[in-house]
């Protein structure tokens, strides 16, 4: 069993074909056969099953070897970057995972800070919701996230976290008389009102605010893109709490208030484990906290 033979079972569980797996690693399809045969014989278990209809699916015991060939790949890759760092030289993949919001504002000012240092890093984004990440991160197909997450949920899932800033969130409302010539807008007030909320680690900050102001939250539509609830706020369909990060343009006669009680959402580093951390996953959370983590810093 070698290094090879690790990644590319790592690769067609990721892409669920023995041909693209091949042509990542620039292997014909026969010679990956081989050795993921020749993987499975050394082992004495069977590691995948093709099916017709379902293509390429792991068996149980794949499934759990997979996590396990993950760790490896990962503690091999932190064993590259020492060696390297040594050199004085700094190498590595980042594989990182965040919500589209964090991707959109944040990643962008935290990859070009370390590319600037060390070139020779490279990144692999996975985007994707709350739930997603926080699989990848106990299943180890990311290294690094930036994520909306309690300590209960990272304890049951396996993967620890960092706090990074608390970011600020808004109401967010067509112009009308009730909340005209207001410069704070009392939660009180949307007792009842038919509010649209955003998934994807809007939702608990907004029930904990609702709770926290005695008022009655009434979920009108859930939606997945911010710009969707912008839209619909501005035909008049319902009110939003959003972060502020995200309202640097705002559709015509709607507006946008802080509220009473404040209200933030936590956003939050995470990694399966800080002291199997990489040299290059340390380096991104130690970029992320230099350019985040200041007390009162506004990301607006």
């Given at each position: 069993?070698?290094?090879?033979?690790?990644?590319?079972?790592?690769?067609?569980?990721?892409?669920?074909?023995?041909?693209?797996?091949?042509?990542?690693?620039?292997?014909?399809?026969?010679?990956?056969?081989?050795?993921?045969?020749?993987?499975?014989?050394?082992?004495?278990?069977?590691?995948?099953?093709?099916?017709?209809?379902?293509?390429?699916?792991?068996?149980?015991?794949?499934?759990?070897?997979?996590?396990?060939?993950?760790?490896?790949?990962?503690?091999?890759?932190?064993?590259?970057?020492?060696?390297?760092?040594?050199?004085?030289?700094?190498?590595?993949?980042?594989?990182?995972?965040?919500?589209?919001?964090?991707?959109?504002?944040?990643?962008?000012?935290?990859?070009?800070?370390?590319?600037?240092?060390?070139?020779?890093?490279?990144?692999?984004?996975?985007?994707?919701?709350?739930?997603?990440?926080?699989?990848?991160?106990?299943?180890?197909?990311?290294?690094?996230?930036?994520?909306?997450?309690?300590?209960?949920?990272?304890?049951?899932?396996?993967?620890?976290?960092?706090?990074?800033?608390?970011?600020?969130?808004?109401?967010?409302?067509?112009?009308?008389?009730?909340?005209?010539?207001?410069?704070?807008?009392?939660?009180?007030?949307?007792?009842g009102e038919s509010m649209i909320i955003c998934n994807g680690g809007y939702e608990m900050p907004i029930v904990?605010?609702?709770?926290?102001?005695?008022?009655?939250?009434?979920?009108?539509?859930?939606?997945?893109?911010?710009?969707?609830?912008?839209?619909?706020?501005?035909?008049?369909?319902?009110?939003?709490?959003?972060?502020?990060?995200?309202?640097?343009?705002?559709?015509?006669?709607?507006?946008?208030?802080?509220?009473?009680?404040?209200?933030?959402?936590?956003?939050?580093?995470?990694?399966?484990?800080?002291?199997?951390?990489?040299?290059?996953?340390?380096?991104?959370?130690?970029?992320?906290?230099?350019?985040?983590?200041?007390?009162?810093?506004?990301?607006?």
């Amino acid at each position: 069993m070698n290094n090879s033979q690790l990644q590319l079972f790592v690769k067609i569980a990721e892409t669920g074909s023995f041909t693209r797996a091949g042509q990542e690693m620039n292997m014909t399809q026969p010679a990956v056969s081989r050795a993921i045969s020749a993987l499975e014989n050394e082992l004495d278990v069977s590691l995948i099953i093709r099916d017709r209809r379902n293509g390429i699916v792991l068996t149980d015991v794949g499934q759990r070897i997979l996590v396990i060939f993950r760790r490896i790949l990962q503690q091999y890759d932190k064993v590259q970057q020492v060696v390297a760092a040594e050199k004085g030289l700094e190498i590595g993949t980042i594989r990182i995972g965040s919500f589209p919001m964090s991707s959109a504002h944040l990643l962008p000012k935290i990859i070009r800070s370390i590319r600037d240092r060390y070139p020779q890093i490279e990144f692999e984004l996975h985007e994707g919701n709350i739930m997603e990440i926080q699989q990848w991160l106990s299943s180890r197909v990311i290294d690094v996230a930036l994520i909306i997450a309690t300590e209960q949920e990272a304890a049951e899932l396996n993967y620890e976290t960092m706090p990074l800033y608390n970011e600020e969130m808004l109401a967010v409302f067509r112009e009308n008389e009730t909340f005209a010539d207001q410069d704070i807008l009392h939660v009180k007030k949307l007792s009842g009102e038919s509010m649209i909320i955003c998934n994807g680690g809007y939702e608990m900050p907004i029930v904990d605010l609702f709770a926290r102001a005695e008022a009655e939250l009434s979920i009108g539509f859930i939606v997945h893109n911010v710009n969707t609830c912008l839209n619909m706020i501005e035909q008049g369909l319902g009110t939003a709490i959003l972060p502020a990060i995200s309202l640097s343009w705002l559709p015509p006669g709607v507006r946008a208030l802080p509220t009473e009680p404040k209200a933030y959402r936590p956003v939050e580093l995470a990694v399966p484990s800080f002291s199997e951390a990489s040299p290059a996953s340390r380096l991104f959370v130690e970029t992320a906290l230099q350019l985040f983590a200041r007390p009162n810093k506004r990301l607006v």
